[in-house]
């Protein structure tokens, strides 16, 4: 069977099954998709793809990838140095710009994962926390997925965080005012209450503020 | 917003998203899943991409898409030479393929749609005909989509050929012998008949056979 596709078909078949969410099926329809299309077009396609990782960079300050260093977050000086929002990947950022939320970030790379055998040193914790003793930052904001590892990893940062408040001198204030918080957790906008799982709903509740 | 991504992510994001049935967010997510990728995962992924058409040429028998001329099924003399089996695109010669179908093919390349403007001039009709009129083919299979068009298309085929049968001249016996049969419609197998539609129920019910 598969010798009556032609290679080049056949190769990017595999190509595209090989990324996430993408099954054989869909390999196959985008592929052939694409041979209907004019050369110029699957040819913009393949020079973006080859072009994705050339002249990128990891920003030194926020760990987001980035073309220049810093990147053109942490170097916007007309954006709050005092919140940092730490996330788990580069795509989280994405998301939590379109808010329009004015300070900066902080990308761990990933969430403490025993299972997956990712400790707190595979990710740029290190680097968090020295950002936080450092001066100017006054608030932590914890913005992991909601997950069990997300949850875990917001743990752990708030407890890191507690630890050397309690442990560093008391001529230190910057640390004494220095806030951590975690987004909250609750029902989705346009969301239906009665099809929401308990473990949401609780935290739904847990949450709630005076109206 | 945009601003904060770098170009090069932006511009693939862009071109995935021009994929059918890839939206922005799917579009997003498969580029920074390539971000976390090895430079050489990425790098054949645009090789695929970028030689997909170079040395596809189009078989001048079937229509199909090709790396020889004639193709590989058509090539093959072990393949039964008096069966074809009629497609819309080369999509679907791959579906038949995995039947273990042992016929030929002939790739249409659309169907007639009179609503964006493709009748059968602009599909490889004549070239069917001709192929049918010619010695050695002694059944058509319509294997165009159970669709509307795909329908109108089968009928059209079906017409034109009991047309050209029947002003054919006697001796041409090899017309007179020509079959074109239609795939059967019915219930897909592991559906359930209460989720059927009802015009799936209609054609199950004029296709039964006897147990």
Redesign the interface.
Known sequence: ?A???????R??I???G?????GPK?A????????TKP?E????????????????IICSECYN???SDP???CGDQAREKEKVCVVE???D??AI??TGFDGRYHVLGGVISPINGIGPENLRMAELFNRIKGKGVKEVILATDPSLEGEATAMYISNYVAKFKSQSASWRTNLKNLKVTRIARGLPVGGDLEYADEMTLTRALEGRKEY
Do not use: H, Q
Not at 3 to 9: E, Q
């Open positions: 069977m010798g009556s596709i032609p290679k080049s078909v190769d990017l595999e190509e595209f090989k990324l996430p969410g993408i869909t196959s329809r985008l592929t052939f998709y694409l041979l050369e077009d699957v040819e913009r396609l393949a020079k973006s793809v080859d072009g994705l990782k050339k002249n990128l990838i980035a073309e990147c053109s977050i990947e580069p795509l950022v994405v710009e379109k």
